[in-house]
């Protein structure tokens, strides 16, 4: 008998074949696994010749089919994922260029290791990642530890989930430390964090964006943020550092942190914006909470709508708001100055504000005039000059004013009074909301008046209960889906994402997204 090692494919497929060697090897011996949990797992395949006594070992790099749909890595012809283990050798060629090309399931794959150094390209195809558990992964917890300069786009993560053990810095579900890239049309559905890290910086897509990254059209849906311990914490992103922009972002679901949380973005820098950003986000902590970012400097937020609810656990420094916890001052500006606003054009619909104390206001909480306040009680002589950057703010009025002293006006950080029977279309499009299916022009009608972004799940209020397959023709919405003896049918919206891939004979309109 002849000693013999196959390697095979799941189908049989024989992919590798050993065995005793005619030409000089000799016997075959015990063949190993080195470093499987490693990024270089080996195949050790020793030889022994009984007569010389020699000993020959060959090594074969796993897996041994890496890539099987193929690609070389070049733009034009980038390598094809279609597996978890094909995604975790990105990490051996981390400037190559990558193409996801069908749905996977990563539950049975283990404990995920963060990819470094990653300056490719990847494209996402629009195909779904379920399961990725990114436990485990050191000080940089995601699918990419860090990044420069990359383009990742059209991906769509299903319930991922990362423990926030104590020596993580940074984490988030598709990139924990982000230098300079370009991150379009990214998903993220029902997400979980948890973990009492207080050191960690946690995004629902990205830890730490620096050095101008640009995040636009991305989904997060239904995450889950349990991290009492943990400050910066965002929807989106937990910090946005030097020219970092996010546009036309959506969050849903709930995030409890301890400090600095917001729906999009824990803290954002002097030179970075948020717009065009949608949350119905329940976020609860101690101190320093916004609808849409925790603590704001200068950058920008302009064309936000927030929905859900805040509560602040916290007392003196509580530092609430419904677009921004905390503005970072201007020293140089009078009560007479005339500035261009740094937020502006947005509407508030939050259900509630809770707050025990401190600075909690329905636009802004904690602005230059609480600190010339808190600073005039060792300064008598200090006159507290209120922030004169606000514009064309407005809350829904089931949402009372929080601070009677401040007038409830458009400029001011309580913001204008409007009935929710007013808000339309017409009314945003006056605050600079811009209505179509792309990034520039990124709003769409989700109800009379409730505004969503193109590419965000329609409500289950749909004028269509349910369509059924195979008929001659299935409406939504004044469009025709045509499915006649279809053996699966996919449905994709505007932005390129797949709704659903179905061979059922009913398809629920309740999870479609508008635009499709």
């Known amino acids: 008998m002849v000693d013999e090692l196959r390697v095979v494919k799941e189908d049989g497929t024989i992919v590798a ?38 000993i020959t070992i060959e090594l074969e790099f796993l ?31 981390p400037l190559a260029h990558y193409q996801v090309v069908n749905d996977f399931d990563a539950a049975d ?21 379920s399961n990725l558990n990114l436990n485990g992964n050191g000080v940089n917890s ?32 598709l990139i924990a430390e982000s230098v300079g890239d370009t991150i379009t049309n990214v998903q993220v559905n029902k997400a979980v964090v948890t973990g009492n890290n207080t050191n960690a910086v946690v995004g629902g897509i990205i830890g730490r964006a620096m050095l101008n990254t640009e995040i636009s059209e991305c ?23 030097t020219g970092s922009n996010l546009n036309a972002c959506s969050v849903s679901g709930t995030i409890l942190a301890d400090n600095t949380i917001g729906g999009i973005v824990g803290s954002a820098s002097t030179d970075c914006k948020v717009m065009n ?10 101190n320093t909470i916004g609808g849409i970012v ?29 677009v921004a916890g905390s503005l970072s001052s201007d020293w140089t500006t009078t009560e007479e100055s005339v500035v261009d606003a740094v937020i502006s054009g947005n509407v508030i619909a939050l259900k509630s504000i809770t707050a025990n104390g401190g600075a909690a206001h329905r636009i802004v909480g904690y602005t230059r005039l609480d600190e010339d306040k808190d600073a005039a009680q060792w300064d008598p002589s200090l ?13 829904v009025s089931t949402l009372a004013v929080i601070d009677g002293e401040i007038a409830a006006e458009a400029t001011s950080t309580e913001g204008a009074d409007i009935a929710a029977a007013d808000l339309n279309k017409s009314f945003f499009e006056t605050l600079g909301f811009k209505y179509g299916t792309d990034v520039d022009n990124p709003w769409n009608v989700e109800s009379a008046n409730d505004p969503c972004l193109y590419f965000e799940q329609v409500n289950s209020s749909s004028n269509v209960d349910i369509i059924e397959k195979n008929q001659d023709e299935i409406s939504y919405d004044g469009k025709v889906i045509t499915a006649i003896g279809a053996k699966k049918i996919e449905i994709y919206n505007i932005s390129g994402l797949k709704v659903v891939e179905t061979a059922e004979e009913l398809i629920e309109t309740a999870n479609l997204t508008s635009g499709i």
């Open 17 to 54: 074949q050993y065995q005793e060697d005619q030409n000089g090897k000799g016997d075959l011996g015990s063949c190993n696994i080195l470093g499987l949990n490693t990024d270089t797992p080996t195949l050790l395949i020793p030889y022994r010749n009984s007569e010389t006594e020699e």
């Open 63 to 93: 897996p041994m089919v890496a890539f099987r749909e193929g690609g070389d890595g070049t733009k034009s012809n980038p390598f094809k994922i279609s597996s978890a283990g094909d995604m975790a050798i990105i990490s051996r060629n």
């Open 109 to 129: 794959y283990g404990a995920w290791k963060s990819i470094p150094n990653f300056a490719g390209t990847f494209d996402g195809g629009n195909y779904k990642i």
């Open 142 to 173: 995601a699918i990419f530890a860090n990044t420069e300069a990359t383009k990742i786009k059209n991906l769509i993560l299903e319930s991922p989930k990362v423990d926030l053990s104590e020596d993580v810095s940074s984490a988030g579900f």
């Open 219 to 241: 989904l997060v849906n239904d995450i889950v943020i349990n991290a009492p311990m943990a400050g910066y914490v965002g929807g989106i992103a937990g910090n946005t550092l």
């Open 277 to 286: 950003c949608h949350t119905d986000v329940t976020l609860e902590g101690d």
């Open 294 to 322: 925790g603590a704001a400097e200068r950058g920008g937020i302009h064309n936000c709508y927030v929905e859900g609810d805040i509560v602040a656990t916290g007392s003196r420094y509580s530092k609430v708001g419904g």
């Open 383 to 395: 006159v507290p000059v209120r922030e004169v950057a606000l514009a064309n703010n407005y809350v």
